[in-house]
């Protein structure tokens, strides 16, 4: 019986093969493999990428050969090739390490109205190639027949190759198949399910001093994303204690430093991680307390200027931070205004409330787009826009607090963020302060135990800003059983429920990886459309 077997595919790379286009000293998670046809349904096919793997603006596709067997080694005229290509269903819902609350948000198509689960769906995938039919012809194997599914090839020496565009959202997939047309029985062969990846370089750069970071532990984290990270070789420069003089000028030095310091800046596919030492100089200590005793919660102002506040006895312009303490919980907000009155002498500390994301998309790139749907909470109401409504923190009217004067907390990790024109976008960089003090310990000059933990949170944290996602999501992450929330969260916060409202006990369950909702809008991200990166 003639036969067809699929015997090669350039564009789809094996993870775990060496890639040999990889510049030297550095390691990449796949390579592409000759006569590798994704049967383990482990294959990646890149966006943005050529055949060579090099960066093409809207690229995405493969080139497949196929060889004929005949046991007379002649076919009849006219025989071609059939191509055909499908769109399995995306399996990632079906992973035993997957919520089954997330199910719908990772794949829709596999659930009811109501989000019971009904089973695996076919034709989901939400990308675009980018052209038209998505086959293309091959020198020397013409096609003719191209509908959107499917493509007919001259069989040339009993091969024949063709080139299939695929689509250009992480997570898409497809299956291949190729038949023997004009011949009544012939064998078939088709390859296993082609996802598509990102594939990001990351310029890894640290301070001569700085401990070194957990890179090795990072890709894992991304791989619900379908993104992969390939770090380059780690490149030394020299120390600087400090990238600021204090707080208030560290969002106008950081970006500076890092665009002396990102060799590949602006080049396409690059991000960098920069390993520092601290982001300017702290207070040894916590801030002075000034005051503690039961104060009052009350709000004003009007619409989206409405707040809550709190009085103390005695001139403190200098408060930073209240905590409030009832039933066992304890929440602390930052002071956002200190207004001192007298007669008799007192200051109203307006509060700052915690700020959550919880239906963010995936967007440009810009903070606006980011951060265009908020919920703000407040220790006894939620205000959405210029709606108010409580309970917010469901704290006591009348409850104990304690107040503090500016404190040693400070940033363990930035994004420096790139304005064009008026906006201002996520621009694929990052800076993680080792010597921060909740990993070094600064008697013994080495990193706490539990640094590589605690960084790896936050590098996954910073580096999924760099996709123009926020953070405080206010979601557990993807995984169960429920144990940590996800790694955009704050420690300090607590999360929300499905009707947006707080769930109690909450806080300082922060992970490292991310939450359903995170992980597929990233997916959805084209990064060659932020203007922060500057891709050309």
């Known amino acids: 019986m003639a036969a067809v077997r699929i015997v090669d595919i350039k564009g789809l790379y094996l993870p775990g093969s060496p890639d040999s286009s990889a510049p030297p000293g550095t390691t990449r998670a796949a390579g592409y493999s000759p006569g590798y046809t994704s049967l383990d349904n482990q294959g990646r096919v890149y966006i943005n990428r050529d055949l060579d793997g090099r960066w093409a603006r809207n690229t995405q596709l493969i080139e497949i050969t196929a060889e004929v067997t005949s046991p007379d080694g002649e076919l009849p005229e006219g025989a071609r090739i059939r191509w055909s290509a499908r769109d399995p269903d995306d399996p990632f819902n079906e992973r035993p390490e997957v919520h089954p609350d997330w199910g719908p948000t990772f794949d829709e198509n596999d659930y009811d109205a109501a989000g019971a689960y009904v089973g695996p769906a076919e034709d989901d995938n ?8 998505s086959w293309e012809e091959v020198d020397g194997y013409p096609l003719s027949d191209a509908t959107e599914t499917s493509a007919s090839t001259a ?6 190759t063709i080139r299939r565009h695929v689509t250009d959202i992480a997570g898409d997939n497809l299956i291949v198949r190729a038949e023997l047309e004009g011949l009544a029985e012939a064998a078939a062969d088709e390859t296993g399910i082609m996802t598509m990846w990102r594939r990001i370089d990351v310029e ?3 301070m001569e001093s700085a401990s070194p970071l957990p890179l090795d532990q990072v890709p894992s984290h991304f791989a619900p994303v379908f993104t992969q990270l390939d770090f380059s070789e780690e490149r030394v420069i020299q120390d600087r204690q400090h990238l600021a003089p204090d707080a208030s000028t560290l969002g106008e030095h950081a970006p500076r430093f890092v665009s002396e310091a990102f060799s590949h800046a602006g080049e396409p596919g690059w991000f ?5 030492l601290e982001p300017h100089p702290v207070p040894e200590v916590q ?3 000034l005051f503690t005793g039961v104060v009052t919660i009350r709000d004003g102002g009007e619409g989206e200027r409405r707040r809550e506040y709190v009085e103390i006895p005695g001139h403190h312009p200098e408060a930073g931070y209240v905590t409030f303490r009832w039933n066992g919980e304890q929440i602390g907000f930052s002071v956002a205004i200190a207004t001192v009155l007298s007669d008799p002498p ?5 509060l700052d409330p915690h700020d959550i994301q919880s239906q963010f998309t995936a967007g440009d790139g810009s903070l606006a787009h980011a951060y265009r749907d908020r919920l703000f909470f407040f220790p006894r109401a939620r205000r959405r826009g210029a709606a108010w409504e409580p309970p917010g923190y469901g704290i006591p009217a009348r409850v104990e607090a304690v107040v503090r004067g500016a404190g040693a907390a400070y940033a363990a990790g930035m994004s420096p963020t790139i304005d064009v024109g008026t906006a201002r976008y996520f621009a694929g960089r990052t800076i993680l302060f080792t010597h921060h003090r909740a990993w070094w310990d600064a008697a013994r000059e080495q990193p706490r135990p539990g640094y590589e933990q605690g960084t790896l949170h936050t590098i996954v944290h910073e580096l999924t800003h760099a996709f123009g996602m926020p953070h405080k999501c206010g979601y557990f992450d993807y995984r169960t ?5 996800c790694c955009m969260n704050y420690r300090t916060h607590w999360m929300i429920d499905a009707d947006q409202q707080l769930i109690p006990g909450t806080a300082g369950l922060v992970g490292a990886d991310l939450c359903g909702r995170h992980a597929k809008e990233t997916r959805r991200v084209r990064l060659e459309i932020n203007k922060g990166l500057r891709w050309r």
Do not use: F, H, K, N
């Open 346 to 350: 007192r200051t109203q500390l307006w």
């Open 481 to 485: 059983p429920r144990r940590t929330t």
């Open 126 to 133: 939400e990308g675009t190639p980018d052209r038209s039919p």
């Open 204 to 206: 890894y750069i640290r």
């Open 287 to 289: 801030g002075a307390p």
């Open 272 to 276: 960098c991680l920069i390993a520092a």
């Open 155 to 160: 069989i040339v020496g009993m091969r024949s």
